[in-house]
């Protein structure tokens, strides 16, 4: 497997694992410490279980029933680093687009494993 093959692989795993509400399983795909660049704010997770209390309950207020994934766009790769820009949709139950994002996420190979090392919102 190529490493865009292998980030690839890795969103789509953090994909699979965030539509299932499942903070343990997304933190098993993420490295630490994990960059978020949110705006101008950056924000560290130096461990897991860093996600917001209520964080999918709030989605779901909003009508949030999956996110569904369209592109992941490799702009840069090496051997141990590849950056991705990642097209999504935030929809409803019924299949309707609530939002559509499109940001740069940095998926990393660090001790033998791939997994998400910073997004950029």
Not at 6 to 31: Q, S, V
Not at 48 to 59: D, I, K, S, T
Not at 100 to 114: A, E, P
Request: aromatic letters at 10%; charged letters at 25%.
């Amino acid at each position: 497997m190529t490493p865009s093959e292998a980030a690839i692989a890795c969103i789509e795993a953090f994909t699979e694992r965030f539509n299932a509400r499942d903070p343990a399983g997304m933190d098993a795909i993420l490295h630490f410490p994990h960059l978020i660049l949110a705006d101008e704010h950056l924000v560290i997770w130096k461990a897991p279980c860093q996600l917001a209390p209520g964080y999918f309950e709030e989605l779901a207020a909003e009508g949030w029933a999956r996110s569904t994934y369209y592109g992941k766009q490799v702009v840069l790769a090496g051997a141990t680093k590849v950056h991705l820009l990642v097209e999504y949709s935030r929809d409803r139950a019924d299949g309707s687009e609530i939002s559509r994002h499109r940001n740069l996420w940095i998926v990393t190979l660090q001790d033998g494993r791939w997994g998400l090392k910073q997004r950029s919102y």
